[in-house]
């Protein structure tokens, strides 16, 4: 069997990672989409919006949009940061945000 070896030193505990299950809680409560099969579900979620908090990015490259709850979750993240969101079908959005921009085409034609 393998070794799992860290690399790199951890931006955040354990510790850390329970007491903020709270603050989720009371933010997943207030979810846009109550039923989002094919979507994003409360453990990836909760993991998404923890990291996004603990690294604070500028930016945020979203790929994948569904029905829009992962981009109102990157939003209550890291509500500074610049949000691109990209789905080849938009039109199963339920969620829309003026704050992000949208690209309906694959990853690899967006001009960046």
Known sequence: MQ???????????YDEIRESTSEFL?????KPIHDNNGGMKSPHMF???????KIKPKNVIES??????????????VPEA?????D??????EYVSDKVQYFDKDFSEIDW
Do not use: C, D
């Open 3 to 13: 070794e799992i070896k860290q690399i790199g030193e951890l931006k955040w505990t």
């Open 47 to 53: 993991a998404t919006w923890f990291i996004l908090k």
């Open 88 to 93: 080849l079908n938009l039109s199963i959005r």
């Open 26 to 30: 009371e933010l997943y409560h207030r």
């Open 82 to 86: 610049n949000i691109f969101s990209i």
């Open 64 to 77: 994948g949009v569904w029905k829009g709850q992962g981009t109102w979750l990157i939003e209550k993240a």
